[in-house]
C-alpha cells in the first residue's frame, strides 16, 4: 500500500510530465525532473531508472535532456564513479532556462529563416513574392518584439523590475500561513 506521500508524488510525476510539453520538454524528461525535484538529494540513472520503471537508456536521454535545458545538473560526489543528477531547484533560474532553451531552440531558427527566404525573394516581383515578403516582414517584427521581451528577461531587467524572487518567496510565504 503507498504512503499518503508516495501518492502526491505519483500526482506530482503525472501532471508535471503532461504539462511540460507546453515548455517544449519531453514528457519522459520532465517525469524524470519532477522525481528529482521531489527528492532533497540527487540520483543516479540506475536509482532513477528503478524508480520510475523507464530503462537505463530512457533516463539516460531525459538527464541529457534536461542538462541541455539547464534543468539538471550532474556531478560525481568524491570517491563515486556514477554520475548524480540533481535539480535545479532556484526557480527563477530553471523559468531563465526554459526561456532560454526555447528562444535558442525555436525563436532564433525561425527569424534566421524569416530573413534568409525574405532576402532571396526581395528581386521577384510575382503579387506571390510580395505577399510573402510582407508575411516574412509581420513575422519578423513579431520575433523580433518577442525576442527583445525575451532578452529583457534573460538580462535581468524583468527579474528585477518586477521582484520574481520577492514574488516567489512571497506565494511561498503565503501558502505556508494558509
Do not use: N
Request: glycine share 8%; aromatic share 8%; with cysteine.
Amino acid at each position: 500500500m503507498k504512503s499518503q506521500t508516495e501518492e502526491v508524488r505519483e500526482d506530482f510525476l503525472q501532471l508535471w510530465s503532461r504539462l511540460s510539453t507546453f515548455w517544449g520538454i519531453p514528457p519522459s524528461a520532465a517525469r524524470v525532473h519532477a522525481w528529482l525535484l521531489s527528492f532533497p538529494e540527487g540520483a543516479d540513472a540506475e536509482a532513477i531508472s528503478s524508480a520510475l520503471g523507464l530503462s537505463r537508456g530512457a533516463v539516460s536521454m531525459a538527464c541529457r535532456e534536461l542538462l541541455d535545458w539547464g534543468l539538471v545538473s550532474a556531478g560525481r560526489p568524491s570517491g563515486v564513479r556514477r554520475v548524480v543528477y540533481s535539480a535545479e531547484t532556484d526557480f527563477e533560474r530553471a523559468i531563465v532556462s526554459i526561456i532560454r532553451s526555447r528562444k535558442r531552440k525555436e525563436w532564433d531558427p525561425l527569424l534566421a529563416g524569416v530573413r534568409d527566404w525574405r532576402g532571396r525573394l526581395e528581386g521577384e516581383p510575382s503579387p506571390d513574392a510580395a505577399h510573402l515578403r510582407d508575411l516574412f516582414r509581420e513575422i519578423e517584427g513579431i520575433i523580433k518584439m518577442v525576442e527583445g521581451t525575451a532578452r529583457a528577461f534573460l538580462e535581468g531587467f524583468v527579474i528585477r523590475r518586477f521582484g520574481l524572487k520577492t514574488l516567489l518567496r512571497a506565494a511561498r510565504g503565503k501558502e505556508r500561513k494558509e
